[in-house]
């Protein structure tokens, strides 16, 4: 039990279906990530978000698109996916941005595109 | 973006002491190491942070030598259960200026 919690862990998709992934922590951090995993692959930054605000885009499409209600919730909207879009995504939190603070991991959402 | 380098993977058995070494020539003044273990189709998990010296807490401990260009990993007796792969971070993670490469996979034999 990492305080963060991902769903769903499994999701299968047509390349034209729009779903959303869903990332909660209740440790009291304001600081959220989204990576994503691909198979042999080193996991990849995607998103950072700081007191909900967008502070991070790594050159990410724009059919994955994130959203940050509050510091405990964080989403990831999925639409026209492509095949290599597959992969674990995997979100963290922290304490805040700075200090080298420790991220801690849900255990991600296992996505397939078909 | 500070890089290191690390075995791409290990073996050892039951019962013994395993010592993962990170190399980071480039480590800057400010820069924490950081240690994460992940399962596979887990997150990964906090393992270890330290910024000089040794650090040791109930799952492992960290040696940094003065130059800090590198840092070990060190896992007392390690069980079937401690496979899995080992991330070595350097720098500040939060703000995207470190990543995580690609590991050192640690089999763990009876």
């Known amino acids: 039990e990492t305080g963060v919690t991902q769903t769903p862990r499994h999701l299968v998709m047509g390349m034209t279906n729009k779903k959303s992934l869903k990332c909660e922590q209740h440790?009291?951090?304001?600081?959220m990530y989204w990576y994503k995993q691909s198979a042999k692959k080193p996991l990849e930054l995607m998103f950072v978000?700081?007191?909900?605000?967008?502070?991070e885009n790594n050159s990410v499409p724009s059919r994955f698109s994130p959203e940050c209600p509050n510091s405990s919730h964080l989403f990831l909207h999925l639409h026209t996916l492509q095949p290599e879009d597959s992969a674990l995504y995997l979100c963290?939190?922290?304490?805040?941005?700075?200090?080298?603070?420790?991220?801690?991991f849900g255990d991600g959402t296992r996505l397939s595109i078909l | 973006l500070a890089k290191t380098t690390q075995p791409i993977s290990m073996d050892s058995y039951e019962g013994q002491e395993v010592n993962i070494t990170c190399s980071h020539n480039?480590?800057?003044?400010?820069?924490?190491i950081t240690w994460y273990q992940q399962f596979p189709s887990q997150g990964p998990r906090f393992i270890i942070q330290?910024?000089?010296t040794k650090v040791t807490n109930e799952v492992a401990s960290l040696f940094i030598p003065a130059d800090r260009k590198s840092s070990t990993l060190s896992l007392p007796r390690v069980s079937l259960s401690d496979t899995a792969v080992y991330y070595c971070?350097?720098?500040?993670?939060?703000?995207?200026?470190?990543?995580f490469g690609d590991g050192t996979t640690l089999t763990v034999k009876p």
């Open positions: 440790l009291g951090h304001n600081a």
């Open positions: 963290a939190s922290s304490r805040d941005r700075g200090g080298n603070q420790p991220q801690h």
């Open positions: 971070l350097v720098g500040d993670t939060n703000a995207g200026k470190s990543t």
């Open positions: 330290g910024y000089k």
């Open positions: 978000y700081n007191f909900k605000e967008q502070t």
């Open positions: 480039n480590i800057a003044t400010n820069d924490y």
